[in-house]
T-cell receptor, first 114, second 110 residues
Framework: SAVISQKPSRDICQRGTSLTIQCQVD?????MFWYRQQPGQSLTLIAT?????????ESGFVIDKFPISRPNLTFSTLTVSNMSPEDSSIYLC???????????FGQGTRLTVV | EDQVTQSPEALRLQEGESSSLNCSYT??????LFWYRQDPGKGPEFLFT???AGEEKEKERLKATLTKKESFLHITAPKPEDSATYLC???????????FGKGTKLSVKP
């Protein structure tokens, strides 16, 4: 399984500001995934980040709100832009394992917007 | 529409009291059903993958089983350290994305 490091682990931000979350993997992976986990809700896929191309966003998520970078095969960032209290959530980075089925997750970033 | 429903939402057990968690799913073209454990403040930790009806996987006090419509996570003689939220997810459909349930929060009291 891959070792995934996320930074920061938590943050409290003012509304209207932006936060960039970093995800580092200990091995090269083709695709990296960003999820959101709202309180009491299931994990929801935000977007898939491929190296060398634009991220693919799921329904309900847009690039202007959640811009993603993928500069190489071991690193990605997710920015939560112009934050509002509704963005308070846990954000998770994920990669798929060697069998290309099971997913592995970072420890998450707990974001609180005040 | 692909979906995953987990029950119960919360489960309280005494140490040593065995029980089961349920995961019902609807998905076209199942490519795998996954169980994860999530501790507070941490990301989900992978436990099992099941691919076909009748398949079973075991790890310590946990045993996962799969039918065509649901999966069970059996916990035998649980200990307080088994307390966590257990998530179920399926991969399938045209996109092959993971679809998660809301989880079952398990509390095991000594």
């Amino acid at each position: 399984s891959a070792v995934i490091s996320q930074k920061p682990s938590r943050d409290i931000c003012q509304r209207g500001t932006s936060l960039t979350i970093q995800c580092q993997v200990d091995s090269q992976v083709t695709m990296m995934f960003w999820y959101r986990q709202q309180p009491g809700q299931s994990l929801t896929l935000i977007a898939t980040a491929n190296q060398g191309s634009e991220a693919t966003y799921e329904s309900g998520f847009v690039i202007d709100k959640f811009p993603i970078s993928r500069p190489n095969l071991t690193f990605s960032t997710l920015t939560v832009s112009n934050m509002s209290p509704e963005d308070s959530s846990i954000y998770l980075c994920s990669v798929v394992g060697g069998t290309n089925t099971e997913a592995f997750f970072g420890q998450g970033t707990r974001l609180t917007v005040v | 529409e692909d979906q995953v429903t987990q029950s119960p939402e919360a489960l309280r057990l005494q140490e040593g009291e065995s029980s089961s968690l349920n995961c019902s799913y609807t998905v076209s073209g199942l490519r795998g059903l996954f169980w994860y454990r999530q501790d507070p403040g941490k990301g989900p930790e992978f436990l099992f993958t099941l691919y076909s009806a009748g398949e079973e996987k075991e790890k310590e006090r946990l045993k996962a089983t799969l039918t065509k419509k649901e999966s069970f996570l059996h916990i035998t003689a649980p200990k307080p350290e088994d307390s966590a939220t257990y998530l179920c997810a399926v991969r399938g459909g045209s996109q092959g994305n993971l679809i998660f349930g809301k989880g079952t929060k398990l509390s095991v009291k000594p």
